[in-house]
T-cell receptor, first 114, second 113 residues
Framework: DSGVTQTPKHLITATGQRVTLRCSPR?????VYWYQQSLDQGLQFLIQ???????AKGNILERFSAQQFPDLHSELNLSSLELGDSALYFC?????????????FGSGTRLTVV | GQQLNQSPQSMFIQEGEDVSMNCTSS?????WLWYKQDPGEGPVLLIA?????ELTSNGRLTAQFGITRKDSFLNISASIPSDVGIYFC?????????????FGKGTKLSVKP
């Protein structure tokens, strides 16, 4: 157990729908990062939050949004889902805003859009 | 944007063999990290490197931060079946994109008993 909790573990939904993925960072970590991993692809950085504020943005679609709450958990909202959004979505956390000591990853949410 | 070239993409080796994989970048990184991802799980940090030329070991794993700061390699000695997985390199440049890691596309390792 890495200490980073992601729910749900699996999600199957239809095109056009909206889903919310949840992440609880490791105790004491203030930064949360979201990554997308498609089949046979590497890890694509989506967005980072640090202590409730957006800190860095990667290749995140406009249909996707995220937030970090006062208790530091984070949610990734995916809307108007398309077949190509099917992927593993990982959340990671680190103690500081730069993560130079490495990120701790959760086990991921596998999203299947049908 | 910054990109990492990780090679090889995949490897099929016999148990007991040594493994070597590397990562190169067109730009300088201040930190290199190596992760392993088991099937159905998130990546787990194996080794972190913070200084050019640094050589660090973690059991049978050894990684080096290249002198040019544009490359890193990971060696696994005497491979065993549980080494199977995808190995990712990741680089970070504090002067660049606010501290997020850039990941390579991974090296998929298969070990034949």
């Amino acid at each position: 157990d890495s200490g980073v909790t992601q729910t749900p573990k699996h999600l199957i939904t239809a095109t056009g729908q909206r889903v919310t993925l949840r992440c609880s960072p490791r105790s004491g970590d203030l930064s949360v990062y979201w990554y997308q991993q498609s089949l046979d692809q590497g890890l694509q950085f989506l967005i980072q939050y640090y202590n409730g504020e957006e800190r860095a943005k990667g290749n995140i679609l406009e249909r996707f949004s995220a937030q970090q709450f006062p208790d530091l958990h984070s949610e990734l909202n995916l809307s108007s889902l398309e077949l190509g959004d099917s992927a593993l979505y990982f959340c990671a956390s680190s103690a500081r805003d730069r993560g130079g000591f490495g990120y701790t990853f959760g086990s991921g949410t596998r999203l299947t859009v049908v | 944007g910054q990109q990492l070239n990780q090679s090889p993409q995949s490897m099929f080796i016999q148990e007991g063999e040594d493994v070597s994989m590397n990562c190169t970048s067109s730009s300088i990184f201040n930190t290199w990290l190596w992760y392993k991802q088991d099937p159905g799980e998130g990546p787990v940090l194996l080794i972190a490197l913070y200084k050019a030329g640094e050589l660090t070991s973690n059991g049978r794993l050894t990684a080096q931060f290249g002198i040019t700061r544009k490359d890193s390699f990971l060696n696994i000695s005497a491979s065993i079946p549980s080494d199977v997985g995808i190995y990712f390199c990741a680089g970070m440049n504090y002067g660049g994109s606010q501290g997020n890691l850039i990941f390579g596309k991974g090296t998929k390792l298969s070990v034949k008993p």
